[in-house]
């Protein structure tokens, strides 16, 4: 199976248009790789236990990003109609400081298992332009629907290190099915047509996977007995790790907190991220790092453990 690769130079709105109405780098549905998971959970249902927790940030957050839509009337009036000003979610926040946009996961204690996978998608929209949700979680081998729902032009440019990439355009109000066959944390997505829309997927081979609710809560649960090491992930701060066991029939309680300071040192592994005030960068689709694509270490980055 053929793969090419669409190399871009900045060329103008046309030239975006052009690109992402061409669908460069997209691959037919019937190519999307199958995954070979067992049918049954490997382990009794009935002696597991849960983990929950929630996600706290100390510290002045930094300042709100607003994003200059004006290149977009009707996504800017979208936000107008309802009196926001859409704005990059650096760290975003609730009134009590409770961290949400963050993906734990079950990073060490499920070596040898293999999971079903899970047979609803997940979901990530396009509204106003802006990725919802801005961070999303999925299963090695679990449909992953990309969707737009404003109807303008956008191409979902995902940029993995360890997946195939792929880059396809979505003229229309439409869905979109991939599936990412691989294991990775985090993986990039953007839109070339609208430079302020980015987001990321964290990839696992099991089901214990979360994003952080706007109260900051997650839920692990139906996990086997045993010794754990949770590892929370955010865009801006970083990762922390923490270690848990899960006893049959029991709650396992987790709070991640993440620091101020942590905002000028946080390294989390993942591609590089597009600048989405640089309007004037190429669109050399610098996501393609592997083989001529960089030499990006995508697990450096300091951890802090707890």
């Known amino acids: 199976m053929s793969f090419s690769r669409c190399w871009i130079r900045w060329g103008g ?3 975006v248009a052009a690109v992402a109405a061409a669908g ?20 009794d249902e009935d002696e597991a236990g849960d983990v929950q927790g929630v996600v706290l940030y100390e510290g002045d ?20 109609e309802q009196g926001i000003t859409p704005h990059r979610d650096l760290v975003r926040l609730s009134e009590d400081g409770e961290l949400s946009n963050v993906f734990i996961y079950v990073r060490e204690g499920l070596e040898g298992m293999e999971f079903p996978i899970p047979g609803e998608a997940s979901l ?57 066959a691989q294991p990775e944390v985090m993986i990039p ?32 649960s139906t996990l086997p007995p045993g010794d754990y090491v949770i590892e929370a992930w955010h ?22 907190t993440f620091e101020e300071g942590m905002l000028a040192t946080a390294n989390p592994p993942m591609a590089d991220p ?19 694509h960089g030499d990006h270490d995508h697990h450096a980055g300091p951890v802090a453990r707890h």
């Open 189 to 220: 997505i953007r839109c070339d047509v609208h430079g302020w829309m980015r987001g990321y997927v964290g990839v696992v081979s099991h089901p214990y996977h979360a994003v952080s609710a706007d109260d900051g809560g997650f839920d692990l």
């Open 24 to 43: 460069c780098n997209d691959a037919p549905d019937d190519e999307m790789p199958d995954v070979d998971a067992p049918a049954e959970m490997p382990f």
């Open 235 to 256: 865009s801006e701060l970083g990762v922390l790790e923490e270690s848990v066991t899960v006893e049959t029939g029991e709650v396992a309680e987790v709070t991640f």
């Open 13 to 15: 709105a046309a030239a």
């Open 61 to 80: 957050p930094p300042e709100p990003d607003p994003l200059d839509m004006a290149s977009e009337p009707d996504c800017q009036a979208h936000w107008e």
């Open 274 to 292: 597009i600048d989405p005030h640089d309007h004037h960068h190429p669109l050399d689709v610098r996501a393609m790092r592997n083989g001529a």
């Open 124 to 180: 990530i929209d396009q509204v106003g332009c802006r990725f919802t949700p801005s961070v999303a979680s999925v299963q090695a081998g679990q449909q992953m629907v990309f969707r737009n729902s404003d109807g303008l032009l956008h191409n979902i440019n995902a940029t993995p290190q360890d997946n195939r990439p792929f880059n396809i355009s979505q003229p229309v109000n439409m869905d979109s099915e991939r599936v990412f």
